[in-house]
């Protein structure tokens, strides 16, 4: 590279996401108005550290961070390592607690105007429970239960890889909570449509995918991996054209549920590919972490690509997908 | 890239209230220091004038296959001016190290929290290797200040890369791996800082370096009863505090280098005499 | 200041791989020496089109393309698209058969010093069989049964998937040749160690992985997909993470078996990362696609670097493993 | 990039026997022919001392998330420098749309196989669109040689970007959308084509552009008895022949554009009438 001079910088045109807005394009995702197609990603939105950069409550929504019955201190340190095109963490789903989230961040995000994702995390199905019942009367607008996640060795992906353990899980919450609730799935398995299928038929509302993939990083200078748990999930623009097929595959499976789209988006243009997969709306996630202001970037271009698309515009509008 | 030195982001955001996001600027200099050791130097009104010691800046590759931020303290400010001092480790201070005044690069900061220096004190800037430039900077801004003093104690690998700019704000010892370490250096200045000094200040040590010497320091500190903050290092996801990627292990649990610290006192530490 | 060190750095030592060079080196992969611990990987070879790049026999070894029963035509085009950091393909194992690899590019590449690993491909257990009954006692020194090609219907990944199917058709094979047989696994599925161990006790001398990850992209302006099989098998850089853990774990599953480790490679920093996961050997695969000599140069940048590794280039040496 | 304008790779390739792999050149002009459409020429001696006419070139875009190559037909070759012409349709071709004067690009080439024009003959080079720029080489080929006539026959939507250059080597008709296509032409043209001419030469077409129109012209050529020759176009993943990405169906099945092809004749193709 290199031969990048402020020049060839200034010739790509860049939107002003501090510029007030009027929305367009909005969405409907399992009954939940949504501003714009474009929500943030769990785990890469804190309002703490997010709301300095822009005014957040203008997302499609916003999903916090997974929640856990009780304080969770997460994985050890080194928690990430870079690999071409993205990242690999494992943080292990460090939060401060349920009991913390409902007098801290959600007032302030539901305060603010923000349409809000609670993220709940759990070790066993009790732990799910437990969240759940908390939120169940909540401010929060949905909820998305986090069975992918691939740094903790009891719950997450365990559950999200097998369709019975899954099935049993979402009927109990869905006994508890008539939020609206979505299941997050990951691609580390043979057959996400089975996955998908089982948690459409026990309660679940609506989908969103990917959560990560299984990868890691090695320190040539060490022999060592480089993230203290070893693997850890890879996120970031090289998982794009996976998540993008897992939701074309959940979509071909089952073209009535909602669907997230999620994994790799940092451009209105990916965020559209995602639309076309079927998917009713999308969450960035680690291209927030590189540049504070990308979701709303993404909302805005999203916004601008779908003037010229009204077909599109007029099923996402109406809650509907493009296939 | 004479005339627009400062990305319309930083405006943009500003005059919208809020903290300016990633944005492009322009080097300035780029200067090797020592084999490996480069000094580096872009243009950033904002970043110029809010830094405070032990804050950093994220410098971003080129190169979209290297995503993550790549962290570095302030070393020093002058005017629009904002230098940075690192070592080329790998593939992006590789590609830092080859670019040239006129360059763009995209940066983000300054982030993190400062060291606590409040009080009047006699600042003992103690740092090794790579840690010094938050130290200089430190020793910069103190410089500016009537009411405290202020020392650097620096360890080096061999070559002292960093007495010429830090000297120019205080008074220095400095010491390479063939006489000792830091350790060393703060045995011999014992008397000198935990004496009575005629201005009164007590001392109060500022460290930055690698990880088990900023541990022995801490050790060497609380022993003699001299409050000790340290500037810690961690892989980083974004640098401001939304992921909790860089965790460092404290008595209050695992918190974050970037946002909670990166300054953390020997007591959080647990490195405690 | 910023003399001779940095005019160094600028000028990006590139290595000359036309240059004759004395491999410093070797391995041993199931009993069969390579020249370095670099080979090409399948689909991504033909001798009619590398030869004349460079000297395809100084290579570690080179898998050729999948051969089946009788030619195949494959998928219709397009075949591939762009991904960041990568490349979807759905060639679906086009080929001209077993039959005229045997007379024609098995005979030139043992002619000109290859060692050769053959790729075999099978739309059924039948076809696999029938496959390897024919090269049991050819020129061949290595074959790879391809049980991970996410691009056919049949055979490929539906088998590479099922330890079961996988276990019978393993074991069919093993009593039709006694060649030096690898078993080339998928990672898109929930355990990879699971496939690996059922691989490993029905008769694989080794494994080799991964095969492609399944992904897609939609070109925005038409809202369709592009490669006309819809999904395909993402390779490039991308893959490199995700491919690296596959290794990881599989060696921490089984100890002893080797493994060849494939996916992104395209420098010898990245070979040797597969080499501390626990590789035997790496295969390099798109990264020759945009760049001939890729392969030639991975071999020659990790013989450099384990000159400074004299514990690791023993282990290699010996046929060992790093772990 | 002032000086080393030819990389090493090549030297030291072609001096071991090989084909030049992918090797850097440097940019020597970039010049917009019309809105959106791109006359791009760089300094390679080997690619232009061996292009032949259909022959293609990969260009690789500086970001290496756009790993796959652009390939782009030869359109003109002078001294050691190589022009193409190209439309700005996505983000690699707009990269390369926004390079100046002494910028690198990494390039692989000349690859493909290239029009069969042995025989002496009246080529007729039937070109739509971005399928002009390979006859435009084929016309300057062509112009160089006494044994054979050339006339070209170019459809465009709007602006006439091509004519110009190839005006040069050949006599050239041309017509836009708001007049019709190039078969309203050939329609025209028929006496001149099918009749005797002076020169006893026959017509034989070569044709580029979009499936469709090349459809049409192999139809029309087909019907009246003249050899067709069309230079396809497929997504590509090497361009050399090693992955078999570049399909397109054949009467003898799933043919390679980047090396059976890409010129096919439309018998191969089953476009016969
Ligand atoms: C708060 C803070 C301040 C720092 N200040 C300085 C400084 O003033 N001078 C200096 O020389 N170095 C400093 N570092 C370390 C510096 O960030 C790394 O050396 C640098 O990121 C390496 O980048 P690379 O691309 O060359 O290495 P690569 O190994 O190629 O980088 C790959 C990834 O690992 C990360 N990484 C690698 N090493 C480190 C490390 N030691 N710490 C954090 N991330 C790492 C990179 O940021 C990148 O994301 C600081 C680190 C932190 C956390
Ligand atoms: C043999 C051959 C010769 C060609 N000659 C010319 C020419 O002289 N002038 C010209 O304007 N165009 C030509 N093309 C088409 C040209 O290759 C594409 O327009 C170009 O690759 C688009 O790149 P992009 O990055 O702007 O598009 P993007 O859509 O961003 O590219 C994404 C990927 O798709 C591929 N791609 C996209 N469109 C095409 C296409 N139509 N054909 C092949 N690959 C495509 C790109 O190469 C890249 O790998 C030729 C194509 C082939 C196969
Ligand atoms: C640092 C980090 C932390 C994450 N934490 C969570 C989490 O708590 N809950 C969850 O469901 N997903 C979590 N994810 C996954 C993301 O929400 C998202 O599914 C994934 O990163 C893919 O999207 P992306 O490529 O846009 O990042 C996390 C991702 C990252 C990078
Ligand atoms: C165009 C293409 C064709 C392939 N064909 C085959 C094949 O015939 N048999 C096979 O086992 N793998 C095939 N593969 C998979 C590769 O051998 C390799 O496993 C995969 O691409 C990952 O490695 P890479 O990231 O280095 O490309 C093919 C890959 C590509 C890109
Ligand atoms: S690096 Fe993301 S929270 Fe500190
Ligand atoms: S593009 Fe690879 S064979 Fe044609």
Known sequence: MGGLTMETMQREPRINVYEPHEWRHGTVVAGVPWKNPVGTASGTFQLAACRWFYDVAQMGAICTKGVSPVPWEGNPGPRTAECPGGMVNAVGLQNPGVDHYLVDELPKLKQMGATVITNVAGHSDDDYAEVVAKLADSAADMLEINVSCPNVTHGGMSVGTDPVALSRLIERLRRITSKPMIVKLTPNVTDIAAIARAAAESGADALSLINTLVGMRIDIRTGEPIIANRTGGVSGPCVFPVALACVWRVRQALPDIPIIGIGGIDSGQKALEFLYAGANAVEVGAAALVDPTAPMRVARELDDLLDSRPELAAKLAAGQTWR | ?273
Not at chain 2, 12 to 33: D, N, S
Not at chain 2, 146 to 160: K, L, M, N, P, S
Not at chain 2, 221 to 240: D, F, H, N, V, W
Request: net charge negative.
């Open chain 2, 1 to 273: 890239m004479s005339t627009a030195t400062f990305s319309p982001t930083v405006a943009q955001a500003t005059a919208a209230g809020y903290f300016p996001g990633r944005h492009a600027v322009e080097v300035t200099a780029v200067e090797e220091l020592a084999p490996g050791i480069v000094r580096f130097t872009f243009r950033d009104p904002y970043i110029a004038a809010h830094a405070r010691p032990a804050q950093f800046v994220n410098l971003f590759s080129h190169d979209p296959m290297r995503m993550l931020p790549r962290p570095f303290g302030v070393s020093e400010v002058d005017g629009e001016l904002v230098t940075l001092i690192f070592a080329v480790v790998g593939e992006g201070t590789a590609e830092f190290a080859r670019m040239r005044a006129g360059d763009a690069i995209d940066v983000l900061g300054p982030l993190g929290g400062s060291f606590t220096t409040k009080e009047p004190a006699h600042y003992v800037l103690v740092g090794g290797g790579l840690g010094v430039p938050p130290l200089i900077y430190a020793a910069q801004r103190l410089s500016e200040r009537g009411d405290c003093a202020a020392t650097a104690v620096f360890g080096y690998r061999d070559a002292r890369f960093a007495d010429g700019f830090v000297s120019r704000y205080v008074d220095t010892r400095s010491i390479d791996e063939s006489e000792g370490n830091v350790i060393t250096l703060l045995d011999r200045m014992e008397g000198e800082l935990t004496g009575e000094r005629a201005d009164g200040l007590r001392p109060v040590i500022l460290s930055c370096g690698p990880t088990p010497m900023m541990k022995a320091v801490a050790l060497w500190a609380t022993k003699r009863g001299i409050p000790c903050q340290l500037s810690m290092e961690q892989r980083m996801g974004c640098g401001y505090g939304t992921c909790v990627a860089c965790v460092v292990d404290t008595v209050d649990g695992r918190k974050k280098v970037c946002s909670d610290g990166p300054v953390f006192t020997a007591q959080q530490l647990g490195w405690e005499a």
